[in-house]
């Protein structure tokens, strides 16, 4: 009797028990089957859940600030350009281990990753090749409005890129979009000569091998855009451009990027985004670039040169 009961309990309860080992299937594929959420700040990549996306056999990974901590700041920074800049050669721009992601000088503020969104781009169909990357969106981070004093704002990350196909990585872009908000001229001048007010932002970007840690020769990617009062009625601004490098092909590469933007007093300047793809096809056109950004990036170039040099140095 016992048996019957319980065998025809089973039965009439057999809609129920078969619409809910269907809904457990359901569940359980979907969470196999479903897709990583892509991080949706540059600061989630540092300290987020997320801190790596795959596109197009590309893995991006180890994002991480790399702005050295110990960088002269307020009138140390004053006093060494006036009195002897030669020694901003020396100093330790990028720290790979404990770094920050921002500075601010004079009115600029710190940059704050976690309001910098970012968008994973796929692989653009309109051009040729696979070139997957991220665009940067940032319209209130990376900003300076000058105030009464000069003011600057750097900051720096770094992130590795790994091919999990057959084939090599051969290139870097890098493209820049911002704007110039005002240009001078100056509210504030401590002396009776004056330079030309400026309002301006620049972007770097080294390609390193991830392997050996060395910089591949003259890979070097720079963006800007500059503004400069020549008059109280003139403004001059050079035209914004992107950046492309191509380099014999390599299985995994670390990207640094340096971000800078600057005004003289009286001066705005917003970097609205930034966006990055690996391998795209080399342009149609070179880009011209200005000397003032060249040797921004030259010295740069230099001082981590000297950064690897010291980093092997002290491990043998």
């Not at 968008?119 to 090749?129: H, I, K, Q, S």
């Not at 940032?138 to 600057?152: C, D, L, Q, R």
């Not at 509210?187 to 060395?214: C, H, K, R, T, W």
């Not at 020549?230 to 390599?250: A, H, I, M, N, Y």
């Amino acid at each position: 009797m016992i048996n019957s009961i319980a065998f025809g309990s089973l039965r009439a309860r057999r809609p129920i028990i078969g619409a809910t080992v269907l809904w457990l299937l359901l569940g359980f594929s979907g969470a196999v089957s479903a897709t990583p959420t892509d991080p949706a700040s540059l600061g989630e990549l540092f300290h987020g859940p997320t801190k790596t996306f795959t596109r197009d056999g590309l893995v991006f990974s180890n994002f991480a600030p790399v702005l050295a901590k110990t960088f002269p700041a307020g009138q140390d920074l004053a006093n060494l350009i006036i009195m002897n800049p030669l020694v901003l050669l020396n100093a330790q721009f990028l720290d790979f281990t404990q770094g920050d992601f921002s500075h601010g000088w004079g009115n600029a503020k710190v940059a704050d990753p976690d309001n910098i969104g970012l968008v994973v781009l796929d692989n653009n169909a309109a051009t040729a090749g696979v070139d997957p990357g991220f665009r940067l969106n940032s319209a209130t981070e990376w900003t300076v409005t000058a105030g009464t004093i000069a003011s600057g704002q750097l900051s720096a990350f770094a992130y590795d890129v790994k091919k999990t196909g057959v084939a090599k990585i051969n290139s870097a872009d890098i493209k820049q979009i911002s704007t110039i908000d005002a240009v001078g001229p100056d509210i504030f001048s401590p002396s009776s000569f004056e330079l030309p007010d400026v309002a301006g932002g620049f972007a770097l970007q080294f390609i390193m091998d991830l392997n050996s840690n060395d910089i591949l020769s003259a890979i070097l990617n720079v963006t800007g855009d500059l503004g400069v009062r020549l008059s109280p009625t003139e403004v001059k601004r050079s035209s914004q451009f992107d950046s492309w490098s191509g380099f014999t092909g390599r299985d995994a590469i670390r990207v640094v990027n340096v971000i800078g933007v600057g005004a003289s007093s009286g001066g705005g300047f917003t970097m609205n985004a930034l966006e990055q793809r690996i391998d795209p096809p080399p342009p149609q056109i070179p880009q011209p670039g200005t000397l003032l950004l060249v040797s921004i990036g030259l010295v740069g170039l230099g001082c981590l040169r000297r950064r690897s040099s010291a980093t092997s140095e002290s491990s043998s």
